[in-house]
């Protein structure tokens, strides 16, 4: 073990349970949309240190193609690296619990002033931040990747299939998962 794995070790293991908790209370209740992993790595990686870049950019990958919400599939792996499965409840219910609140209390207020057009202005301004910061938290991993030939085809490849064919995204990423490994595989065995 190499001085950064043991110091990315101690961070991880300084978070006690409560910490989990709340800091994904605030990210729960405060991230909307694809905001939220954004949001999660500023808290997780810059802020509070818990995770590597790398170790954050494993947890997003496995948090998109396991089934269910990402958000919560990233809380739930970020929650195990820094305090087991204790700390993968605590993140979870951190990030479910006000999600829940704030859905039931928007609806009421939807239902309530949906004919508003101040509503829908509203509506659309949540929108374009969350794509806002999608975009953001996509050029700070992006530029942490490998950059080759290989990485490039492979984006272009998903890219043109779902963006613009609007083909299915389970067949897609069915292709694409073995493919990247596969080619990740040959990148492996060629440096050596």
């Known amino acids: 073990m190499d001085a950064n794995d043991k110091n ?9 349970l409560l910490d989990v908790l709340l800091a ?11 905001s939220t992993q954004a949001l999660v790595y500023r808290e997780v990686v810059e802020n509070r240190r818990w995770l590597s870049e790398e170790q954050f950019l494993a947890g997003q990958a496995i948090a998109q193609v396991l089934p269910g919400a990402n958000p919560v599939n990233l809380a739930l792996y970020i929650g195990l690296q820094i305090n087991g ?16 609140f704030i859905i039931l209390g928007m609806g009421f207020a ?7 057009d101040v509503t829908h202005y509203v509506l659309g301004g949540v929108a374009a931040a969350a794509v806002g910061a999608t975009l953001s938290m ?3 991993t992006g530029r942490k990747l ?12 998903v890219f043109v299939a779902i963006g613009l064919l609007r083909w299915p995204m389970i067949p897609v ?4 998962v073995p493919l990247s490994i596969w080619l990740a595989w040959l990148d492996v065995r060629e440096a050596k």
Do not use: C, H, W
């Open 173 to 176: 990423v069915i292709i694409a």
């Open 110 to 116: 939807y239902r309530e002033m949906s004919g508003l």
């Open 24 to 34: 994904f209370l605030k990210i729960g209740g405060t991230a909307f949309g694809g």
């Open 85 to 100: 499965r204790l700390g993968a409840i605590a993140a979870v219910l951190g990030m479910v619990i006000p999600a829940f």
């Open 138 to 140: 996509g050029f700070k």
């Open 146 to 157: 490998r950059r080759n030939a290989k990485t490039f085809i492979v984006a272009a490849l």
């Open 8 to 16: 990315e070790k101690t961070s991880i293991q300084t978070a006690s």
